[in-house]
Structure formats: C-alpha cells, structure tokens
C-alpha cells in the first residue's frame, strides 16, 4: 500500500532562517503533490500543489520541489517567522481521483 | 474556495452512543470526503460522499460503524455508531476543487 512519510522530529529553527521539510513515499507514482498547514485545533488549509511534470513550484515565501525518482518533496519557508508555527501535512492524491492520503505531518517551530 | 461549517464542533458521548456530525458547504460540489484525526495523528480518509449513491468506504472503515447521507451537492452527514473510547478523535469534513482540499474546522468527540 501508499506510504508517506515526514520528518518524524519536531522542527526547531530561528527566525529568519529557512525551514526545509521533507515528504518521502512509496509504492506509488502520484500524479500531484500538496502541502497543507494545520494549527491546533483547526482544520488544514491548502498551501501548495505540485504536478508530477513539475520540478518546482513557489509561492511567496514558500517553495516546494517534487523528485518522482527519489519520490521526494522539499518543502522550503524562506525568512521564517514565528508565525509560521505549525504542523505541515504532506498528501498524494489517490485514483481515481480527487481523494488525498496524507503523511503524519511534520510540527515546525519559529522561535524569535 | 468553499467554506465549510461543521456541527457539532465538539461532543462529550457516552460508551454505545451513535452522533451525527453534520458538514454545510456554500456552494455545490461534487466530491465531499470525510476524514478522521486520531490525537497525535494524521488524517484518515473514512470515506467518500456521493450524492445520489452509497458512500465509498476505505479500507478499515464500514457502512454499519460510520453511515453517511449525502441528500443534495451542499450538505453531508457522517454517524459515528456505537461509540467507544476508541472512536474519539477529529472528524474533519472536506471537499475538493480543481485538486486541492478545502476542510472544515472539525468535529472533536470525546466518547467516555
């Protein structure tokens, strides 16, 4: 079956540096990639999608890259800032279509 | 975008219990999903709402334990049936367009 997997860590990193975090998968090709944000006790909201014919793709501060032969996304916040604390969810799309499995999620803090 | 309203936001229920949790969207679509959030957890996909049709459950996930109803192309159900310990956890409504997610703000049950 799929498997996503994200930094299992905790991600700690002072303002202003850039906060790169990881989604590996397996047995399975996905043909698009996305990033969501949650915050305790809300729901997740979408952030970024990238197709599998997409090396890279940014979005203001964010940056997200997607390697079908390592089967790897990075996901970049450049300038971070304490704001940017949160869990970031990873998510492939399953056929035939339109559902998403999402990986467990890596917590990211931004200390000032 | 789309704009989702959950109800209840949030239940204490007895063991052997059953609750509806009810998702209201602004607009018409097409795909709405049901997720469940187990605490520390990520999201799992329960199932998928079709109007008109019996939902389409995922592996794991059965009609008898999570019914759905799905009258028309803004509103879906979700019953959590004989509920246990085991059962609590965020139940996260969402629904699809043009790929990306667009979810509630969910539904936390607390089954004692």
């Known amino acids: 079956s799929q498997k996503i997997e994200q930094n299992s860590e905790a991600l700690n990193i002072q303002e202003g540096k850039t906060a790169t975090l990881t989604c590996n998968y397996t047995?399975?090709?996905?043909?698009?990639l996305q990033w969501y944000r949650q915050d305790p006790g809300r729901g997740p909201v979408f952030l970024l999608l990238?197709?599998?014919?997409?090396k890279e793709k940014r979005k203001e501060r964010l940056k997200v890259t997607f390697d079908t032969t390592l089967k790897q996304s990075l996901f970049h916040i450049t300038a971070s800032q304490p704001a940017d604390s949160a869990t970031y969810l990873c998510?492939?799309?399953?056929?035939?279509?339109?559902?998403?499995?999402f990986g467990q999620g890596t917590e990211l803090s931004v200390k000032p | 975008s789309a704009v989702i309203s959950q109800k209840p936001s949030r239940d204490i229920c007895q063991r052997g219990t059953s609750l509806t949790i009810q998702c209201q969207v602004d607009s018409q679509v097409t795909m709405m999903f049901w997720y469940r959030q187990q605490p520390g957890q990520s999201l799992t996909l329960i199932a998928t709402a079709n109007q008109g049709s019996e939902a389409t459950y995922e592996s794991g996930f059965v009609i008898d334990k999570f019914p759905i109803s799905r009258p028309n192309l803004t509103f879906s159900t979700l019953t959590v049936s004989n509920m246990s310990p085991e059962d609590s956890s965020i139940y996260l409504c969402s629904v699809a367009n043009t790929g990306e997610l667009f979810f509630g703000e969910g539904s936390r049950l607390t089954v004692l």
């Open positions: 990238i197709r599998e014919n997409e």
């Open positions: 998510a492939l799309d399953l056929p035939p279509g339109g559902k998403l499995i």
């Open positions: 047995n399975y090709s996905p043909a698009y």
